[in-house]
């Protein structure tokens, strides 16, 4: 993770493209290992943009990945979809007792952006009723290339189409 590093993405949701743009914009040197690394996530639909989104940082603790969303300077939403190291059936506690998150499967992926070689497919389910709530695909030295959300009438999926990490 790098200030000015950049992921974009694409989706369609019916007849519309939308577009997700992320980009790491400061961080913070908390101690103890601990860095926090500020993004912003740019929502853009055929119609113009639809949302912009300042309030979002990771932590990162080592090789673990924490989200966050700080709203009127409270945290919330602390997950943590990915635990590293990562290796096939790991399953982890992702969202304090409401998810658990699980490496699938090592797969060679292909995206807009490019073919990404051995990268976890990670299935986030919810505890209560063991239901999907997202599926990631993360590769080495890219992060997040594919993204699955089940919504009530079907599911949106961000693929990556381009990206700028150092």
């Known amino acids: 993770m790098?200030?000015?590093?950049?992921?974009?993405?694409?989706?369609?949701l019916f007849t519309d493209t939308i577009k997700?743009?992320?980009?790491?914009?400061?961080?913070?040197?908390?101690?103890d290992g601990r860095i926090?690394?500020?993004?912003?996530?740019?929502?853009?639909t055929s119609a113009g943009n639809i949302a912009d989104d300042t309030f979002s940082y990771y932590t990162v603790v080592g090789d673990s990945v924490?989200?966050?969303?700080?709203?009127?300077?409270?945290?919330?939403?602390?997950y943590l979809p990915l635990l590293m190291p990562l290796w096939v059936t790991k399953t982890w506690d992702a969202d304090e007792d409401i998810a658990t998150g699980t490496v699938e499967e090592k797969d060679t992926v292909g995206t807009d952006g490019g073919i990404f070689f051995n990268c976890m497919r990670i299935e986030l389910r919810d505890l209560d009723n063991g239901e999907q709530n997202r599926t990631l695909w993360v590769a080495p030295d890219v992060g997040i290339i594919k993204q699955m959300v089940p919504l009530s009438f079907g599911s949106i999926e961000f693929s990556l189409v381009e990206y700028e990490v150092e």
């Open 20 to 31: 997700l743009e992320i980009t790491v914009t400061h961080s913070n040197d908390l101690g």
């Open 36 to 44: 926090e690394w500020h993004i912003k996530r740019d929502f853009e």
């Open 2 to 12: 790098a200030v000015g590093n950049r992921w974009f993405y694409e989706s369609r």
């Open 66 to 78: 924490f989200s966050h969303e700080v709203l009127f300077n409270l945290k919330y939403l602390d």
